[in-house]
């Protein structure tokens, strides 16, 4: 049976990831928290909105309703790489070469390592930012669609539409597909390689809720997303991704809804988390479980794995929050 580190922290805890070996929590008011040879605390922001791990290396990016753009530390070190006073920056995202993306208003910026930065300006207002695998390239999310920008060259923009509010976005691993989330419980799929002829559009429609989690398998072939009594798994091994094909439904629980994914970072395993505070990991091939915690006192709120996929660490609403051993 798998043993957990509990931990306690006040208040909503918006992320969790694993930065090197340790594990760093980050609440809606702006401390970070981290496991390192007992509990530190950073004061990072007057308010955290978003929080994204850059996996190239191993430093969390931040934002907040204080305007800035923070780079943190597995040490709780913080580097400001952008501040933008009187505005609330709730959409960041990492980037290869040191890249990072962050947005307000109607803006994107992307800002270099060398520290010079690119803004591009969207018709309505940007909801979610992801980078493409390869290249400089960014997807920003917006009412009616997406709008792909090619960050390092003077290439015209490339818009995606589909009507809706789109809420987030993220880029398949292979990037090959690009995938938002929307406001009205469903997602919605570009086909980015092919004809242009050939029919970009993927409808992954039947949420009950909205769908607030999204993480890719290792090699890009599912992607699992929350917003159903199940983990909704699609599969995007096919040339055409999920077109036609059913998903898979996991860890299926009557009426308690999943509220995150999160995949194992070597395996075709999910640990999927419930409203209740409830986690399972759930293998693909055979959909054998197990019970990784029981219920606990609120919705799980974010999950993220140690490298070597031996520790998973994960937050609440509630901040109970704590380290899961795998191996017990």
Not at 44 to 64: F, M, R, S, Y
Not at 202 to 220: C, E, N
Not at 292 to 298: A, I, Q, S
Not at 301 to 328: H, P, Q, R, Y
Request: glycine share 12%.
């Amino acid at each position: 049976m798998p043993t957990v580190a509990p931990l306690d922290i006040d208040g909503h805890v918006l992320k969790v990831h694993f930065l090197g070996d340790i594990p760093v929590f980050a609440t809606a008011t702006g401390t970070i928290h981290r496991l390192d040879g007992g509990e530190k605390v950073t004061e990072a922001h007057q308010g955290l909105l978003a929080c994204v791990k850059d996996q190239a290396n191993q430093t969390l990016v931040t934002g907040g309703e204080d305007g800035r753009v923070l780079r943190i530390g597995h040490d709780g070190s913080i580097t400001e790489l952008a501040h933008v006073p009187r505005k609330w920056i709730s959409v960041v995202a990492a980037g290869p070469q040191g890249a990072v993306a962050y947005a307000h208003g109607k803006s994107s910026i992307v800002r270099l390592a060398d520290g010079t930065s690119k803004e591009f300006t969207e018709e309505r207002t940007v909801e979610g930012l992801d980078f493409a695998p390869k290249g400089l390239r960014i997807a920003a999310a917006r009412y009616n669609g997406v709008t792909l920008h090619w960050v390092g060259t003077a290439g015209a923009p490339i818009d995606l539409d589909w009507k809706g509010a789109h809420t987030g976005v993220t880029f398949s691993p292979d990037g090959r597909f690009v995938v938002t989330m929307m406001q009205e419980s469903a997602l919605h799929g570009w086909k980015l390689d092919g004809k242009a002829t050939d029919t970009r559009h993927m409808r992954m429609t039947g949420y009950p809720a909205k769908v607030k989690s999204l993480s890719w398998s290792i090699k890009g072939k599912w992607l699992a997303s929350s917003g159903a009594p199940a983990a909704i798994v699609w599969p995007f091994s096919g040339k055409d991704g999920p077109m036609g094909k059913a998903p898979l439904e996991l860890g299926t629980r009557s009426n308690i809804m999943v509220t995150e994914v999160s995949f194992h970072p070597a395996e075709e395993v999910l640990a999927i988390g419930f409203v209740d505070g409830m986690i399972l990991a759930v293998r693909i091939a055979d959909g054998k479980e197990a019970l990784l915690r029981r219920p606990g006192k609120g919705a799980i709120t974010s999950m993220g794995w140690s490298s070597n996929g031996k520790l998973l660490a994960f937050a609440s609403e509630t901040g109970d929050c704590g380290v899961i051993d795998i191996a017990g």
